[in-house]
């Protein structure tokens, strides 16, 4: 019952700050759009492809007003932020690889939610018998995939029957997961430079199957 009136808590202030802010962040998204993505596409010489692509991120209110809380809604900084992690994106994820297979992440159907009323998904882990390379692609490809994921189910939700979808919950199974270095090294890599990308999107993450042997990993994620 504790766990659930923390998350419950924060969920409310959550939606509060991003009904106060949504104006602000509305009138940032403009300014982006039209200052700051010509500017990258002229310096970085996209393709129309690329730039339409860029776009649809700065369309996306979610991501952008969760950019902006973690700049403290402080429009030069959260400006700078944000023209950084386009650049990012741009160098990162766009057209850089194929998509990796992931029948170990299951996104559960809008009616199965937690009970704060966000979007459920499931991964379980599985053991290290793939390139280092090909795993860090699949945890860009999952934290991307949920950001989308979230974008479109608040832009198909017209008559709101739903909060804001501006987070989701994970649940980790760990039932698979060999404790090896490398799977340390991936983990801190994650932490340290993709979650940082894609700020407050993940609610909560329980993990089960937990023993002691994963506290290495459980040390780096707090």
Avoid at 152 to 166: A, Q, S, T, W, Y
Avoid at 167 to 184: K, S
Avoid at 190 to 213: C, D, H, K, Q
């Amino acid at each position: 019952m504790e766990i659930y009136e923390q998350l419950r808590a924060n969920c409310d202030k959550l939606l509060e700050a991003y009904h106060t802010n949504l104006e602000d962040v509305q009138k940032l998204q403009e300014t982006l759009i039209r200052d700051i993505l010509p500017s990258v596409t002229d310096e970085l010489s996209l393709t129309p492809d690329a730039t339409e692509w860029a776009k649809e991120w700065l369309s996306d209110t979610g991501s952008i007003f969760r950019m902006a809380r973690k700049n403290q809604f402080t429009k030069a900084f959260t400006l700078e932020a944000i023209r950084k992690n386009l650049v990012w994106r741009l160098d990162t994820l766009w057209q850089k690889a194929e998509p990796v297979p992931m029948s170990n992440v299951h996104y559960l159907s809008l009616d199965t939610l937690d009970p704060c009323g966000r979007p459920i998904v499931i991964v379980e882990t599985l053991p290290l018998e793939v390139e280092v390379d090909i795993v860090k692609q699949g945890i860009l490809q999952f934290f991307e995939t949920v950001r989308m994921n979230l974008y479109e189910i608040g832009k198909n939700d017209v008559d709101r029957r739903h909060d804001v979808p501006l987070q989701c919950t994970v649940i980790l199974d760990l039932q698979h997961l060999t404790f090896q270095r490398v799977g340390l090294d991936i983990m801190t890599w994650a932490v340290r430079e993709v979650y940082p990308r894609f700020p407050g999107m993940l609610a909560a993450v329980f993990m089960i199957n937990y023993s002691w042997t994963h506290s290495g990993m459980w040390n780096v994620v707090k």
